[in-house]
């Protein structure tokens, strides 16, 4: 399975980027879909997440509200779609499988997920 993300680049706080993530591959072995972030100097943090089948969410309680994740099954690709953004939210962003979570989990933890994607960077100037 291999993801690609794409998207980040530089914003000025308040405003908004959509992330994709492209997923090729055993993609019958995706069971959930996640998005991580990494701040410099920071540990990585769940974003949100989304079951492949059925597409229920969930969200970092601090960010829910502001970003939306979705998916597109025909283009296997999932979004992240991130409005009124913060300087606090610059940070590395990626993607990633969990293979294994059971029917509606959405799991948090980073040790769960099985592939990542490469990361975008995402800037949010003051």
């Known amino acids: 399975v291999q993801l690609q993300a794409s998207g980040g680049g530089l914003v000025q706080a308040g405003g908004s980027l959509r992330l994709s993530c492209l997923i090729s591959g055993r993609t019958y072995s995706m069971r959930t879909m996640g998005w991580f972030r990494r701040a410099p100097g920071k540990e990585r943090e769940f974003v949100a997440g989304i079951k492949w089948s059925g597409g229920r969410t969930s969200y970092a309680d601090s960010l829910e509200g502001r970003f939306t994740i979705s998916r597109d099954a025909a283009k296997n690709t999932v979004y992240l779609q991130m409005n009124d953004l913060k300087p606090e939210d610059t940070a590395v962003y990626s993607c990633?499988?969990?293979?294994?979570?059971?029917?509606?989990?959405?799991?948090?933890?980073?040790?769960?997920?099985?592939?990542w994607g490469q990361g975008t960077l995402v800037t949010v100037s003051s």
């Open positions: 990633a499988i969990d293979t294994r979570a059971i029917h509606s989990v959405i799991r948090s933890g980073p040790d769960n997920y099985d592939y």
